[in-house]
Protein backbone atom coordinates (compact mmCIF):
# COMPACT_ATOMS: atom_id res chain seq x y z
CA UNK A 1 0.00 0.00 0.00
CA UNK A 2 1.25 3.54 -0.93
CA UNK A 3 1.62 6.19 1.95
CA UNK A 4 -1.28 7.94 0.06
CA UNK A 5 -3.92 4.65 0.32
CA UNK A 6 -2.79 3.94 3.97
CA UNK A 7 -3.16 7.56 4.60
CA UNK A 8 -7.27 7.00 3.26
CA UNK A 9 -7.35 3.62 4.78
CA UNK A 10 -6.35 5.29 8.14
CA UNK A 11 -9.44 8.40 7.83
CA UNK A 12 -11.86 6.30 6.65
CA UNK A 13 -10.92 3.77 10.09
CA UNK A 14 -11.03 7.15 12.30
CA UNK A 15 -14.19 7.96 10.65
CA UNK A 16 -16.11 5.22 10.76
CA UNK A 17 -15.36 4.57 14.46
CA UNK A 18 -18.02 6.03 15.65
CA UNK A 19 -19.05 7.16 19.02
CA UNK A 20 -17.42 9.89 21.04
CA UNK A 21 -14.37 8.55 21.81
CA UNK A 22 -13.11 9.21 17.93
CA UNK A 23 -9.59 10.39 17.99
CA UNK A 24 -9.09 12.97 15.29
CA UNK A 25 -5.58 13.75 14.55
CA UNK A 26 -5.41 17.62 13.41
CA UNK A 27 -2.71 19.56 12.49
CA UNK A 28 -2.34 23.09 13.16
CA UNK A 29 0.39 24.72 11.54
CA UNK A 30 2.23 21.47 11.04
CA UNK A 31 2.88 20.58 7.69
CA UNK A 32 3.65 16.62 7.53
CA UNK A 33 1.30 15.15 9.79
CA UNK A 34 -0.44 13.45 6.97
CA UNK A 35 2.63 11.80 6.04
CA UNK A 36 3.96 11.03 9.52
CA UNK A 37 0.92 8.98 10.15
CA UNK A 38 2.40 6.44 7.63
CA UNK A 39 5.11 5.53 10.05
CA UNK A 40 5.34 3.47 12.91
CA UNK A 41 6.57 6.11 15.68
CA UNK A 42 3.97 9.09 13.88
CA UNK A 43 0.96 6.55 14.28
CA UNK A 44 1.93 5.49 17.92
CA UNK A 45 2.57 8.95 19.01
CA UNK A 46 -1.08 9.94 17.99
CA UNK A 47 -2.59 8.26 21.00
CA UNK A 48 0.63 9.51 22.93
CA UNK A 49 2.24 6.00 22.65
CA UNK A 50 5.83 5.47 21.40
CA UNK A 51 7.14 2.81 18.51
CA UNK A 52 10.79 1.81 19.05
CA UNK A 53 13.20 -1.12 18.06
CA UNK A 54 16.49 -1.95 19.86
CA UNK A 55 19.38 -1.33 17.84
CA UNK A 56 23.36 -1.90 17.81
CA UNK A 57 25.77 0.85 17.85
CA UNK A 58 27.89 -0.97 15.28
CA UNK A 59 25.10 -0.75 12.80
CA UNK A 60 24.83 2.93 12.93
CA UNK A 61 27.16 3.12 9.66
CA UNK A 62 24.78 0.89 7.34
CA UNK A 63 22.57 4.06 5.77
CA UNK A 64 19.58 1.25 5.08
CA UNK A 65 19.39 0.25 8.41
CA UNK A 66 19.57 4.12 10.30
CA UNK A 67 17.36 5.34 6.98
CA UNK A 68 14.42 3.10 8.26
CA UNK A 69 15.24 3.66 11.79
CA UNK A 70 15.11 7.24 11.29
CA UNK A 71 11.86 7.15 9.55
CA UNK A 72 10.01 4.83 11.28
CA UNK A 73 10.96 4.83 15.03
CA UNK A 74 10.45 7.14 17.82
CA UNK A 75 12.18 5.20 20.54
CA UNK A 76 15.43 3.20 20.91
CA UNK A 77 16.47 0.42 23.18
CA UNK A 78 20.78 -0.36 23.08
CA UNK A 79 20.58 -4.60 22.31
CA UNK A 80 23.96 -4.91 24.11
CA UNK A 81 25.60 -1.66 24.98
CA UNK A 82 24.42 -0.53 27.91
CA UNK A 83 24.61 -4.34 30.03
CA UNK A 84 26.57 -4.77 32.58
CA UNK A 85 29.78 -6.49 30.88
CA UNK A 86 29.14 -3.74 28.18
CA UNK A 87 29.27 -0.44 30.62
CA UNK A 88 32.27 -1.77 33.24
CA UNK A 89 34.38 -4.14 32.02
CA UNK A 90 36.78 -4.33 34.89
CA UNK A 91 35.05 -3.41 38.24
CA UNK A 92 35.26 0.60 38.92
CA UNK A 93 36.24 0.94 35.34
CA UNK A 94 33.22 2.50 33.06
CA UNK A 95 32.89 2.66 29.19
CA UNK A 96 30.38 4.28 28.01
CA UNK A 97 31.15 5.02 24.57
CA UNK A 98 28.85 2.54 22.42
CA UNK A 99 25.91 3.31 25.06
CA UNK A 100 26.23 7.03 24.16
CA UNK A 101 26.44 6.36 20.47
CA UNK A 102 23.11 4.73 20.87
CA UNK A 103 21.72 7.13 22.73
CA UNK A 104 23.18 10.16 21.10
CA UNK A 105 21.06 8.71 17.81
CA UNK A 106 17.70 8.09 19.79
CA UNK A 107 18.13 12.20 21.37
CA UNK A 108 19.42 13.38 17.70
CA UNK A 109 16.16 11.75 16.62
CA UNK A 110 13.81 13.19 18.95
CA UNK A 111 13.11 9.74 20.39
CA UNK A 112 12.63 8.16 23.56
CA UNK A 113 15.52 5.94 24.92
CA UNK A 114 14.85 3.14 26.73
CA UNK A 115 18.16 2.05 29.07
CA UNK A 116 18.46 -1.72 28.87
CA UNK A 117 19.37 -3.63 31.35
CA UNK A 118 21.67 -2.22 35.00
CA UNK A 119 20.76 -5.65 36.43
CA UNK A 120 20.62 -9.31 34.85
CA UNK A 121 22.22 -12.68 35.32
CA UNK A 122 23.32 -12.56 32.10
CA UNK A 123 26.05 -10.51 30.06
CA UNK A 124 27.75 -9.77 33.42
CA UNK A 125 31.87 -9.12 33.33
CA UNK A 126 33.32 -12.01 34.26
CA UNK A 127 35.07 -10.20 37.70
CA UNK A 128 31.00 -9.85 38.72
CA UNK A 129 30.18 -13.70 38.00
CA UNK A 130 32.88 -14.36 40.13
CA UNK A 131 32.07 -12.16 43.50
CA UNK A 132 28.77 -13.43 45.56
CA UNK A 133 27.86 -12.03 48.87
CA UNK A 134 28.40 -8.73 49.94
CA UNK A 135 30.98 -7.85 47.62
CA UNK A 136 28.44 -8.90 44.58
CA UNK A 137 25.57 -7.01 46.54
CA UNK A 138 27.76 -3.58 46.54
CA UNK A 139 29.20 -4.00 43.40
CA UNK A 140 25.83 -4.65 41.86
CA UNK A 141 24.48 -1.57 43.43
CA UNK A 142 27.82 0.76 42.98
CA UNK A 143 26.76 -0.55 39.38
CA UNK A 144 23.25 0.82 39.06
CA UNK A 145 24.61 3.86 40.73
CA UNK A 146 27.30 4.90 38.07
CA UNK A 147 25.50 4.07 35.10
CA UNK A 148 22.08 5.44 35.52
CA UNK A 149 23.73 8.87 37.22
CA UNK A 150 25.75 9.18 33.89
CA UNK A 151 22.52 8.73 31.74
CA UNK A 152 20.61 10.69 34.12
CA UNK A 153 18.00 13.17 32.68
CA UNK A 154 18.12 11.40 29.33
CA UNK A 155 16.27 7.90 29.72
CA UNK A 156 12.81 7.42 29.39
CA UNK A 157 12.59 4.69 31.22
CA UNK A 158 14.94 1.90 32.47
CA UNK A 159 14.81 -2.00 32.96
CA UNK A 160 16.70 -1.79 36.15
CA UNK A 161 16.18 -5.58 37.02
CA UNK A 162 15.87 -8.00 33.86
CA UNK A 163 14.62 -11.40 34.20
CA UNK A 164 14.83 -12.43 37.41
CA UNK A 165 11.98 -14.90 37.82
CA UNK A 166 12.24 -18.52 37.28
CA UNK A 167 10.24 -20.49 34.34
CA UNK A 168 8.59 -23.12 35.02
CA UNK A 169 5.12 -23.31 37.55
CA UNK A 170 6.55 -22.07 40.91
CA UNK A 171 6.40 -18.25 40.03
CA UNK A 172 9.66 -17.91 42.36
CA UNK A 173 13.02 -16.35 41.87
CA UNK A 174 15.57 -17.56 39.25
CA UNK A 175 18.86 -18.93 41.13
CA UNK A 176 21.78 -16.67 40.14
CA UNK A 177 24.92 -14.80 42.14
CA UNK A 178 22.44 -11.84 42.33
CA UNK A 179 19.68 -13.91 44.02
CA UNK A 180 22.52 -15.11 46.56
CA UNK A 181 22.88 -12.08 48.06
CA UNK A 182 19.16 -11.78 49.51
CA UNK A 183 15.72 -11.64 48.18
CA UNK A 184 15.73 -8.01 48.17
CA UNK A 185 18.41 -7.59 45.61
CA UNK A 186 15.47 -6.27 43.58
CA UNK A 187 14.34 -3.75 45.59
CA UNK A 188 17.59 -2.25 46.74
CA UNK A 189 18.32 -1.43 42.99
CA UNK A 190 15.32 0.24 42.18
CA UNK A 191 15.64 2.06 45.25
CA UNK A 192 19.45 2.95 43.78
CA UNK A 193 17.89 3.77 40.90
CA UNK A 194 15.94 5.96 41.72
CA UNK A 195 18.14 7.85 43.73
CA UNK A 196 20.24 8.16 40.90
CA UNK A 197 17.83 9.63 38.30
CA UNK A 198 14.75 10.19 40.10
CA UNK A 199 12.90 11.18 36.44
CA UNK A 200 13.46 8.18 35.08
CA UNK A 201 10.75 5.13 34.67
CA UNK A 202 12.13 2.51 36.47
CA UNK A 203 10.89 -1.24 35.09
CA UNK A 204 11.56 -4.42 35.95
CA UNK A 205 11.58 -6.37 32.10
CA UNK A 206 11.26 -10.06 31.60
CA UNK A 207 10.05 -12.63 29.19
CA UNK A 208 7.29 -15.84 29.22
CA UNK A 209 5.53 -13.09 31.20
CA UNK A 210 3.39 -12.11 28.55
CA UNK A 211 0.08 -14.21 29.40
CA UNK A 212 -1.57 -14.87 33.23
CA UNK A 213 0.57 -18.28 34.04
CA UNK A 214 2.19 -18.69 37.47
CA UNK A 215 6.19 -16.89 36.00
CA UNK A 216 4.04 -13.64 35.43
CA UNK A 217 1.78 -13.96 38.79
CA UNK A 218 5.14 -13.93 40.53
CA UNK A 219 6.30 -10.68 38.69
CA UNK A 220 2.87 -9.65 39.49
CA UNK A 221 2.63 -10.34 43.36
CA UNK A 222 6.58 -8.49 43.48
CA UNK A 223 5.11 -5.21 41.82
CA UNK A 224 2.01 -5.04 44.12
CA UNK A 225 3.79 -5.45 47.16
CA UNK A 226 6.82 -2.96 45.84
CA UNK A 227 3.62 -0.18 45.11
CA UNK A 228 2.53 -1.43 48.85
CA UNK A 229 5.73 -0.54 50.49
CA UNK A 230 6.52 2.46 48.09
CA UNK A 231 9.38 0.78 46.48
CA UNK A 232 10.29 3.13 43.26
CA UNK A 233 8.61 0.86 40.72
CA UNK A 234 7.16 2.78 37.12
CA UNK A 235 6.59 0.17 34.89
CA UNK A 236 6.87 -3.46 33.86
CA UNK A 237 7.97 -4.52 30.53
CA UNK A 238 6.53 -7.66 28.87
CA UNK A 239 9.46 -8.69 26.35
CA UNK A 240 6.99 -11.01 23.93
CA UNK A 241 9.65 -12.79 21.80
CA UNK A 242 6.77 -14.65 20.96
CA UNK A 243 6.71 -17.96 18.67
CA UNK A 244 3.78 -19.00 16.30
CA UNK A 245 0.86 -18.24 19.15
CA UNK A 246 -0.27 -15.24 21.55
CA UNK A 247 -1.53 -16.27 24.77
CA UNK A 248 -5.30 -15.03 24.69
CA UNK A 249 -4.89 -13.04 27.60
CA UNK A 250 -2.00 -11.44 26.66
CA UNK A 251 -4.15 -8.04 26.43
CA UNK A 252 -5.64 -8.92 30.47
CA UNK A 253 -2.39 -9.53 31.38
CA UNK A 254 -1.02 -6.42 30.53
CA UNK A 255 -4.52 -4.59 32.13
CA UNK A 256 -3.94 -6.39 35.20
CA UNK A 257 -0.71 -5.19 35.67
CA UNK A 258 -1.42 -1.24 34.91
CA UNK A 259 -4.33 -2.03 37.68
CA UNK A 260 -1.58 -2.21 40.19
CA UNK A 261 -1.00 1.44 39.32
CA UNK A 262 1.93 1.35 37.14
CA UNK A 263 2.99 1.49 33.25
CA UNK A 264 3.60 -1.71 31.00
CA UNK A 265 5.25 -1.67 27.85
CA UNK A 266 6.25 -4.37 25.06
CA UNK A 267 9.82 -4.53 25.69
CA UNK A 268 11.48 -6.90 22.97
CA UNK A 269 8.48 -7.94 20.06
CA UNK A 270 9.79 -10.60 17.96
CA UNK A 271 7.16 -13.39 16.08
CA UNK A 272 8.52 -16.59 14.65
CA UNK A 273 7.72 -16.41 10.96
CA UNK A 274 4.99 -18.26 9.81
CA UNK A 275 1.48 -17.79 8.28
CA UNK A 276 0.12 -16.13 11.34
CA UNK A 277 3.02 -13.13 12.09
CA UNK A 278 1.47 -10.54 10.49
CA UNK A 279 -1.27 -11.34 13.10
CA UNK A 280 0.24 -11.84 15.50
CA UNK A 281 1.96 -9.00 15.42
CA UNK A 282 -1.53 -7.29 15.35
CA UNK A 283 -2.90 -9.00 18.51
CA UNK A 284 -0.04 -7.57 20.25
CA UNK A 285 -0.29 -4.09 18.53
CA UNK A 286 -3.79 -4.00 19.62
CA UNK A 287 -3.61 -5.26 23.09
CA UNK A 288 -1.30 -2.28 23.98
CA UNK A 289 -3.51 -0.17 22.26
CA UNK A 290 -6.47 -1.30 24.21
CA UNK A 291 -4.39 -0.96 27.22
CA UNK A 292 -4.46 3.18 28.73
CA UNK A 293 -1.14 2.38 30.58
CA UNK A 294 0.78 0.72 27.81
CA UNK A 295 2.61 3.62 26.99
CA UNK A 296 4.55 1.85 23.65
CA UNK A 297 5.98 -1.33 21.97
CA UNK A 298 9.63 -1.90 20.98
CA UNK A 299 10.68 -4.53 18.33
CA UNK A 300 13.98 -6.26 19.15
CA UNK A 301 15.53 -5.36 15.68
CA UNK A 302 14.99 -3.55 12.38
CA UNK A 303 15.64 -6.13 9.90
CA UNK A 304 15.54 -9.91 9.71
CA UNK A 305 19.12 -9.72 9.66
CA UNK A 306 19.55 -8.15 12.32
CA UNK A 307 17.84 -10.20 14.55
CA UNK A 308 19.05 -12.40 17.81
CA UNK A 309 16.96 -15.22 16.31
CA UNK A 310 18.93 -16.23 13.45
CA UNK A 311 16.93 -17.83 11.02
CA UNK A 312 13.40 -16.96 12.25
CA UNK A 313 12.91 -13.66 10.33
CA UNK A 314 11.01 -12.71 13.40
CA UNK A 315 11.16 -8.62 12.62
CA UNK A 316 9.03 -6.11 10.52
CA UNK A 317 11.30 -5.66 7.91
CA UNK A 318 12.60 -8.35 5.20
CA UNK A 319 16.78 -8.38 5.09
CA UNK A 320 16.70 -5.86 2.42
CA UNK A 321 14.94 -3.17 4.77
CA UNK A 322 11.40 -3.74 2.97
CA UNK A 323 8.50 -3.66 4.58
CA UNK A 324 6.51 -7.16 5.30
CA UNK A 325 3.36 -8.06 5.96
CA UNK A 326 3.55 -7.47 9.84
CA UNK A 327 5.11 -4.00 9.11
CA UNK A 328 1.40 -3.34 7.73
CA UNK A 329 -0.69 -5.02 10.21
CA UNK A 330 1.04 -3.07 13.22
CA UNK A 331 0.65 0.69 11.20
CA UNK A 332 -2.69 -0.49 10.91
CA UNK A 333 -3.32 -1.40 14.42
CA UNK A 334 -1.84 2.01 15.56
CA UNK A 335 -3.76 4.40 12.90
CA UNK A 336 -6.89 2.23 14.37
CA UNK A 337 -7.15 4.38 17.50
CA UNK A 338 -7.22 3.49 21.07
CA UNK A 339 -7.65 5.49 24.64
CA UNK A 340 -4.68 8.40 24.61
CA UNK A 341 -1.67 7.47 27.12
CA UNK A 342 -2.53 10.17 30.25
CA UNK A 343 0.14 12.52 29.21
CA UNK A 344 2.66 11.54 32.57
CA UNK A 345 4.86 9.82 30.47
CA UNK A 346 9.12 10.77 30.15
CA UNK A 347 11.11 12.57 32.53
CA UNK A 348 8.85 15.18 34.41
CA UNK A 349 10.70 17.32 36.64
CA UNK A 350 10.44 20.53 38.41
CA UNK A 351 12.54 23.30 36.56
CA UNK A 352 15.39 23.17 38.09
CA UNK A 353 17.11 25.41 36.09
CA UNK A 354 15.35 28.80 34.29
CA UNK A 355 16.89 30.77 31.39
CA UNK A 356 19.49 33.14 32.73
CA UNK A 357 18.53 36.18 30.38
CA UNK A 358 15.06 36.97 29.56
CA UNK A 359 13.92 35.11 25.72
CA UNK A 360 14.25 37.08 23.22
CA UNK A 361 11.58 37.04 20.64
CA UNK A 362 11.53 35.57 17.18
CA UNK A 363 14.55 33.34 17.97
CA UNK A 364 12.64 30.14 18.11
CA UNK A 365 8.97 29.14 16.38
CA UNK A 366 6.39 26.42 17.85
CA UNK A 367 3.56 24.46 15.96
CA UNK A 368 0.93 22.94 17.60
CA UNK A 369 -0.15 18.62 16.58
CA UNK A 370 -3.96 18.01 18.00
CA UNK A 371 -4.88 14.51 18.60
CA UNK A 372 -8.89 16.01 19.86
CA UNK A 373 -11.66 13.69 20.74
CA UNK A 374 -15.43 15.03 22.13
CA UNK A 375 -14.67 17.37 24.92
CA UNK A 376 -10.96 17.64 25.06
CA UNK A 377 -7.26 16.93 23.56
CA UNK A 378 -3.78 16.32 23.86
CA UNK A 379 -1.42 18.94 22.66
CA UNK A 380 2.08 18.11 21.14
CA UNK A 381 4.45 21.31 20.98
CA UNK A 382 7.10 21.27 18.93
CA UNK A 383 9.70 24.06 19.51
CA UNK A 384 12.29 24.87 16.86
CA UNK A 385 15.70 26.92 17.17
CA UNK A 386 16.36 29.37 14.26
CA UNK A 387 19.46 29.82 13.01
CA UNK A 388 21.61 30.25 16.45
CA UNK A 389 20.93 27.69 19.21
CA UNK A 390 18.69 28.54 22.41
CA UNK A 391 19.37 28.30 25.58
CA UNK A 392 15.87 28.67 27.31
CA UNK A 393 12.40 29.11 25.40
CA UNK A 394 8.98 30.24 26.40
CA UNK A 395 5.94 29.37 24.36
CA UNK A 396 2.32 31.21 24.62
CA UNK A 397 -0.58 29.45 23.56
CA UNK A 398 -3.70 30.65 22.97
CA UNK A 399 -6.73 28.97 24.14
CA UNK A 400 -10.71 29.33 23.10
CA UNK A 401 -12.85 30.30 25.69
CA UNK A 402 -14.21 27.58 28.31
CA UNK A 403 -11.30 25.10 28.10
CA UNK A 404 -8.08 24.82 30.37
CA UNK A 405 -4.69 22.90 30.25
CA UNK A 406 -4.96 20.13 33.02
CA UNK A 407 -1.59 18.86 32.44
CA UNK A 408 1.77 20.07 30.94
CA UNK A 409 4.77 17.41 30.37
CA UNK A 410 8.33 18.29 29.32
CA UNK A 411 7.72 21.78 30.32
CA UNK A 412 6.53 23.98 33.10
CA UNK A 413 3.07 25.85 32.90
CA UNK A 414 1.51 29.00 33.53
CA UNK A 415 -2.12 29.59 33.52
CA UNK A 416 -4.92 27.12 32.66
CA UNK A 417 -6.94 29.61 30.81
CA UNK A 418 -6.78 32.08 28.19
CA UNK A 419 -3.01 32.94 27.62
CA UNK A 420 -1.35 29.80 28.82
CA UNK A 421 2.37 30.29 29.21
CA UNK A 422 4.96 26.88 29.12
CA UNK A 423 8.65 27.42 29.31
CA UNK A 424 11.28 24.58 28.78
CA UNK A 425 12.30 22.53 32.16
CA UNK A 426 15.83 21.76 32.61
CA UNK A 427 16.35 19.15 30.52
CA UNK A 428 15.66 20.30 26.95
CA UNK A 429 16.07 24.22 27.66
CA UNK A 430 19.00 23.80 24.98
CA UNK A 431 18.30 23.71 21.38
CA UNK A 432 21.00 23.12 18.86
CA UNK A 433 20.31 25.80 15.81
CA UNK A 434 17.89 24.42 13.42
CA UNK A 435 17.12 21.95 16.47
CA UNK A 436 14.16 21.12 17.83
CA UNK A 437 12.03 19.75 20.97
CA UNK A 438 8.85 18.83 21.83
CA UNK A 439 6.50 19.18 25.13
CA UNK A 440 2.88 18.51 25.25
CA UNK A 441 -0.53 19.60 27.37
CA UNK A 442 -3.75 17.91 27.91
CA UNK A 443 -6.51 20.43 27.73
CA UNK A 444 -10.57 20.33 28.06
CA UNK A 445 -12.75 22.03 25.45
CA UNK A 446 -10.96 22.38 21.90
CA UNK A 447 -7.61 22.57 21.34
CA UNK A 448 -5.65 26.10 20.27
CA UNK A 449 -6.28 27.14 17.34
CA UNK A 450 -3.42 29.73 16.64
CA UNK A 451 -0.15 29.04 15.83
CA UNK A 452 1.70 29.65 19.37
CA UNK A 453 4.22 32.45 19.98
CA UNK A 454 8.05 30.89 20.65
CA UNK A 455 11.01 33.54 23.12
CA UNK A 456 14.29 32.33 23.29
CA UNK A 457 17.34 32.83 24.98
C1 LIG B 1 20.19 -10.36 23.25
C2 LIG B 1 20.84 -9.62 22.11
O1 LIG B 1 19.86 -9.39 21.13
C3 LIG B 1 22.00 -10.39 21.54
O2 LIG B 1 22.71 -9.62 20.60
C4 LIG B 1 22.94 -10.85 22.65
O3 LIG B 1 23.92 -11.68 22.11
C5 LIG B 1 22.20 -11.56 23.74
O4 LIG B 1 21.14 -10.73 24.22
N1 LIG B 1 16.31 -10.80 26.54
C6 LIG B 1 16.92 -9.58 26.75
C7 LIG B 1 17.85 -9.03 25.74
O5 LIG B 1 16.59 -8.90 27.72
O6 LIG B 1 18.87 -8.27 26.31
C8 LIG B 1 18.47 -10.14 24.90
O7 LIG B 1 19.25 -9.54 23.87
C9 LIG B 1 17.39 -11.02 24.34
C10 LIG B 1 16.61 -11.68 25.44
Same mark, same amino acid.
Given at each position: ?11 ? &?????? /? ?11 ? /? ?6 ? $? /? ?9 ? /? ?14 ? =? ?37 ? $??? +? ?6 ? &??? %????? !? ?15 ? %? ?5 ? %???G ?14 ? +? ?57 ? !????? =? ?19 ? &? ?41 ? =? ?32 ? $? ?12 ? !????SPPTSSPTTPPSAGACSA ?6 ? !? ?6 V?VTAGSAAVNGWAVTV ?12 NATSTG???TVGFANVSYNGQIPAGGST?F ?12 PTCRAS
Amino acid at each position: MNPRSILRRRRS &LLLSAA /GAAVVLAASVAVA /GTAEAAST $L /GASAAQSGRYF /GAAIAAGKLGDSTYTG =ILTREFNAVTPENEMKWDATEPSQGRFTYTNGDRILNQG $LSN +GSKVRGHA &LLW %HAQQP !SWAQSLSGSALRSAAIN %HVTQVAT %HYKGKIYAWDVVNEAFADG +GGGGRRDSNLQRTGNDWIEAAFRAAHTADPNAKLCYNDYNTDGVNAKSTGVYTMVRDFK !SRGVP =IDCVGFQSHLGTGIPGDYQAN &LQRFADLGVDVQITELDVAQGGNQASIYSSVTRACMAVTRCTG =ITVWGIRDSDSWRTGENPLLFDNSGNKKAAYTSV $LNALNAGGPTVPPT !SGPTSPPTSSPTTPPSAGACSASVTLNSW !SGGYTATVKVTAGSAAVNGWAVTVNLPAGGAVTNAWNATSTGTSGTVGFANVSYNGQIPAGGSTEFGFQGTGSGPSATPTCRAS
